[in-house]
């Protein structure tokens, strides 16, 4: 018997009579009951405050404090769709948002209402702490728990995409949508009343809300929230919450690694960290520091992917892919061939093998963005859903990934993916972060650009990437940037657009390749100049 896809209302009546730890935040705790009964009062606030026909839809401008997880809980039981606002948004931008949400109302906290101060919203604010909001949390106190009925494939929040390619997506991402993964995941690694989730990610995104959030509250575990993201302070709120199970997304685990280390750093009680987009010479090296298991995927917002890295999988692979999902010619759309590799290492038949990874299958959770046909209809072409992600199968299936469709450069007539350049980049030990992307060529297609974060002095790159067996001549980058930091998304995407239009063109160092040998010398401004009058095309792309 095939068992129902959760509701995120069904995981959260299963906690209402639980009085063991359900969220933990700084000096404060509240249990499972506790926080069933604070959900039930504010989604009768919530439904007085509109009362229309149809789920109300209600943006959330907060870090991660304690009434973002009661209004998750709220929506669960009154219908309401929340939309996560992302505080790194400004202006004109957020208000864009709010309103392409159709958010009737927006809740947000002191140190963010001054955001939406002179905003265009049509929307309601309430802040929290105000007198409005403690007459209107009054008005409902003691609130009977009366769920509004729900299905799997009722919409239940709008989360946006990173923005790394253009203006953010709204995902509609429903019920079974985050709570399959929640009850998947703690079954998974069979967590359970006496395990804490420790989300340090903010709940605005899909990461923290699939794989954080949802996962201690399919699993009765105690979800302890952190604010924002401290690399400094990981170890100890680790060890102050009794955190069993993080998540992550992207980066953080390389800041937490490269706080200093102590002799006791595996003396604490984290078990797994789960998450995917993690660096992979961080992953050992995070699991043997801290004494835990680290367990990487891959996937997206939208949902219409996910890649599980197992065990077996090689250096560098993703993991197999599972039933339906195919690596499609993003021309001929037929099945890519199977990755060939010499005797060094290197992909020798790019053109061939690599191509879009596609769910032949269907939608998988994918739901469709909020307000946007002509994007639903981009990723489902022909019934399938369409990634935009690149990527290889070797002959064991396992799949290796080759950028974003926007990361894929052409120089010298060949194809070639940032993500594997970037993947060697990051062997160097002085290199702490890297980012591969195009720049124009002056006769035709483009020139491979890296832009590095440093740990530590950098002064052997062309010797390091000359012994590298794996990087060919056309991978080598032309340019280097030597950056004290990379433009980011809220999520730590980095927004390699913003890279790809400044060039050469920046306050940061810039390395250059004269000849055909990996020997760089600074770019001299008259050079610069000089490439700025030849290199006319557009960049980037998008």
């Given at each position: ?5 959760p509701?995120?209302?069904?995981l ?16 404060r ?7 069933v ?8 606030l919530?439904?007085a ?19 973002f997880?009661f209004?998750?809980?709220a ?14 948004r400004r202006g ?17 906290e ?16 309430l ?12 008005a ?8 509004v009925?729900?299905t ?17 997506k709204a ?9 399959f993964p929640?009850?998947?995941l703690?079954?998974?690694f069979?967590?359970?009343g006496r ?20 996962v ?9 929230l ?23 997304v992207g ?13 006791d ?11 995917n ?14 004494g835990?298991?680290v367990v990487?995927?891959?996937?997206s ?10 065990p ?13 999902v195919a690596?499609l ?13 010499d ?10 093998a690599?191509?879009?990874?596609v769910?032949t299958?269907?939608?998988?959770w ?25 990527g ?14 926007a ?14 350049i970037e993947?060697?980049l ?7 972060h890297a ?17 590095l974060v ?7 790159l062309?010797?390091f990437l000359?012994?590298?067996?794996d990087l ?19 999520t ?6 913003e890279l790809?239009?400044?060039r ?13 040998d ?6 001299p ?11 006319t ?6």
């Amino acid at each position: 018997m095939v068992e129902r896809t959760p509701t995120v209302t069904d995981l959260l009546l299963a906690r209402a009579d639980d009085a063991r730890p359900g969220l933990r935040f700084e000096d404060r705790e509240w249990s499972w009951a506790e926080h069933v009964r604070r959900s039930a009062e504010l989604a009768a606030l919530l439904r007085a405050r509109h009362p229309a026909d149809g789920p109300p839809h209600v943006g959330v401008l907060l870090d991660n404090v304690p009434e973002f997880s009661f209004l998750l809980g709220a929506a669960a039981l009154s219908g309401t769709v929340l939309a996560g606002l992302n505080p790194g948004r400004r202006g004109a931008a957020l208000a864009r948002d709010v309103r392409l949400a159709d958010c009737a109302l927006v809740i947000t906290e002191p140190r963010h209402a001054p955001l939406l101060d002179g905003a265009e919203l049509d929307a309601e604010v309430l802040v929290l702490g105000s007198p409005e909001w403690e007459r209107a949390l009054a008005a409902h106190r003691g609130a009977a728990l009366d769920p509004v009925p729900a299905t799997p494939d009722d919409l239940f929040a709008l989360l946006f995409t990173s923005g790394t390619g253009g203006e953010p997506k709204a995902v509609r991402c429903t019920h079974g949508k985050v709570a399959f993964p929640g009850r998947m995941l703690a079954d998974r690694f069979r967590l359970g009343g006496r395990d804490s989730a420790y989300v340090s990610m903010p709940l605005f995104h899909s990461n923290a809300l699939f794989a954080g959030w949802a996962v201690g509250l399919a699993a009765g575990a105690a979800i302890s929230l952190r604010r924002r993201f401290s690399a400094s302070e990981f170890l100890s709120d680790v060890r102050r919450f009794g955190a069993t199970y993080a998540n992550y997304v992207g980066t953080p685990l390389s800041y937490v690694l490269a706080t200093p280390p102590r002799p006791d750093d595996a003396d604490n009680p984290l078990r797994i960290a789960y998450g995917n987009e993690g660096a992979e010479r961080d992953l050992a090296r995070f699991a043997e520091r801290f004494g835990c298991r680290v367990v990487d995927g891959f996937g997206s917002t939208e949902g219409g992917i996910a890649i599980a890295r197992t065990p077996d999988a090689p250096p560098g692979s993703l993991g197999r892919p599972g039933p339906g999902v195919a690596v499609l010619h993003p021309d001929t759309g037929r099945r890519c061939a199977v990755a060939v590799f010499d005797r060094d290492g290197r992909l020798a038949n790019p053109d061939e093998a690599v191509g879009e990874l596609v769910n032949t299958a269907g939608a998988g959770w994918f739901a469709g963005y909020y307000g946007a046909p002509e994007d639903d209809a981009r990723r489902m072409r022909g019934g399938m859903y369409r990634s935009g992600d690149l990527g290889y199968l070797d002959a064991d299936g396992f799949c290796y990934f080759a950028g974003r469709s926007a990361e894929w450069l052409r120089v010298g007539g060949e194809n070639l993916g940032a993500a594997p350049i970037e993947r060697v980049l990051l062997r160097h030990p002085a290199i702490a972060h890297a980012a591969v992307y195009a720049v124009p060529d002056p006769a035709v297609g483009d020139q491979v650009m890296a832009a590095l974060v440093l740990a530590d002095e950098l002064d052997d790159l062309g010797d390091f990437l000359a012994a590298q067996p794996d990087l060919g001549p056309k991978q080598l980058p032309r340019f280097v940037r030597i950056a004290a930091e990379l433009p980011r998304t809220g999520t730590h995407k980095v927004l390699k657009r913003e890279l790809a239009a400044q060039r050469w063109n920046c306050p940061d160092p810039v390395w250059w390749r004269p000849g055909p040998d990996p020997v760089y010398e600074a770019l001299p401004p008259e050079r610069a100049a000089e490439l700025d009058g030849r290199a006319t095309r557009p960049v980037p792309r998008s």
